[in-house]
């Protein structure tokens, strides 16, 4: 399916999308619409014929748990009613805790990691099988951007690729800025993991700005796209004409001529001749080359039509020169190559139903613990850069009230210049529970509940805002005693 050049719709820019020359399809946030009121906006472009593809953002299939089904639908609902050609998410998880782990749920607020190993896979496959089948349109998943690197992963980003689309046929999302984000933060190469991908899976493509601070690159969304990520974009393009190219901007919003003249520099980059480069390793090839067969038999098996069966089998090598066998599609034969016996590090090899719940349970523990050094102030877990991680923790919170402030856009309002500095101490240690709109509530009971803000006036405003959405009254000076002591008294337990 042939997409072209396109853009990230926002609200903020929407008649700019719609006048902008040459824009062959969007993208929107799948969150941010809904079926029954679409904006204006996106309404014009589907009538005119533009493609318009939902972008979710907090399914968490990179997560212990099994994917939410009203979380599906969701997604479901919204593509049917943009008449999408199919969806897009993340291989990321946004929250952690629960019955997995005995521990709260808490939500991370943003895109998070998945461990690179065997029993992660396990758990990221067996949830994109559930998506998959949930769905009314194919799905592609995008690698994501990481301040922060698991300890002793088994796989590389390209190799953990080429596994999940060999195992289940799922189509790629590729950011070249997100892989040029690892290649500042982690040291990984761009082109490295190029040569593993199953480039026939992708889907299209992600570009996209970001700026380097103090050796940390910020995948801002904000900024200009810079030459090094279309400098990835070419390496991409030297290996395959991607079906697509999106420009995502999320924040900041140039003028259209600004936004017209970096879709220019995609198309000019897409043109360019193509330079000679390495021969990929043969793992790599027949990697790839196994992947581009399983993606046509698992959309095959999923829709119920017929396929011829294949017998071969791509053993992809894993680090260190050993080999892992690989799980094969469901509904179809395969020969392996050669008898491997299972590797006892690799819980997806093991074909009982108690192994695949033993790795949700290891992942699940490892995620919550993560999660909750990033959100809660606990302890860094052993292995995890305790630098990295306060880095992360600071943009984490940093946006959360920036998604805060906009959800609920009264509250900057209100509050002034106050805002930020007030939400930033209020979110340090009290992590996000039940989505954003919740925390604005939490945030702005919190300052009532402790006789804030000083200035009355300020105050009765925050509290009729307060009373609107959350109670008919605002928390009362017992209320507020009680809030205050519980707060001290976590402040000495820390």
């Not at 080429?162 to 190469?189: F, K, M, P, S, Y």
């Not at 080359?289 to 396929?307: F, I, M, Q, V, Y």
């Not at 805002?419 to 009532?448: I, S, T």
């Amino acid at each position: 399916m042939e997409l072209g050049v396109g853009i990230g719709w926002r609200p903020e820019i929407a008649e700019t999308v719609e006048r902008l020359p040459g824009v062959d399809w969007v993208e929107v946030v799948a969150e941010n619409v809904c079926p029954g009121h679409l904006p204006e906006s996106l309404t014009r472009l589907r009538e005119r014929g533009t493609r318009i593809v939902p972008h979710g953002v907090s399914l968490g299939l990179g997560g212990a748990d099994r994917p939410s089904a009203r979380r599906l639908a969701d997604l479901a609902e919204r593509a049917e009613a943009l008449d999408a050609p199919l969806v897009t998410e993340h291989i990321a998880f946004v929250r952690a805790g629960g019955a997995l782990t005995a521990s709260p749920v808490l939500e991370a607020g943003h895109l998070l990691p998945v461990p690179r190993t065997w029993d992660a896979l396990s758990v990221l496959c067996e949830n994109v099988r559930v998506a998959q089948d949930s769905l009314p349109v194919p799905l592609a998943l995008e690698n994501i951007a990481a301040l922060i690197s698991w300890p002793d992963e088994e796989l590389t980003e390209g190799q953990f690729l080429a596994e999940l689309v060999e195992r289940t046929g799922v189509q790629l999302l590729i950011d070249v800025a997100n892989l040029h984000t690892n290649r500042v933060n982690r040291g990984e190469d761009p082109s490295a993991a190029l040569d593993a991908l199953p480039v026939e899976a992708i889907a299209y493509v992600h570009v996209a700005g970001g700026v380097e601070r103090d050796g940390v690159w910020h995948d801002t969304h904000a900024h200009p796209v810079t030459q090094p990520v279309l400098d990835v974009l070419a390496d991409l393009r030297a290996r395959v004409c991607p079906p697509g190219v999106l420009l995502e901007r999320d924040d900041d919003f140039p003028p259209p001529e600004t936004l017209s003249s970096e879709l220019s520099k995609i198309r000019t980059t897409l043109h360019l001749p193509p330079h000679p480069r390495p021969h990929a390793a043969p793992g790599a090839t027949a990697a790839r080359a196994g992947a581009a067969s399983r993606l046509t038999t698992a959309a095959e098996a999923r829709t119920g039509h017929r396929t011829t069966p294949t017998p071969t089998a791509a053993e992809l090598p894993a680090p260190g020169g050993a080999t892992a066998a690989r799980e094969d599609v469901p509904g179809r034969r395969t020969t392996p190559v050669s008898p491997v016996a299972p590797r006892a590090d690799n819980p997806a090899e093991r074909p009982t139903r108690s192994g695949n719940a033993d790795a949700r349970e290891r992942v699940g523990i490892g995620q919550a613990a993560l999660v909750s050094a990033l959100v809660a102030g606990t302890p860094a877990p052993e292995g995890f850069d305790p630098r990295r991680l306060r880095v992360q923790s600071r943009a984490l919170v940093a946006k959360r009230a920036d998604v805060v402030g906009k959800v609920a856009p009264e509250l900057p309002e209100i509050l002034g210049d106050a805002y930020r500095p007030a939400f930033l101490a209020y979110a340090k240690n009290r992590p996000m529970h039940a989505g954003y709109r919740r925390d604005a509530l939490d945030f702005a009971g919190h300052l009532l509940a402790t006789g804030r803000p000083e200035d009355a006036a300020v105050r009765r405003r925050l509290t009729l805002w307060w009373q609107e959405r959350a109670a008919p009254e605002p928390p009362r000076r017992a209320t507020r005693f009680v809030s205050a002591a519980r707060a001290a008294l976590a402040g000495i337990g820390r």
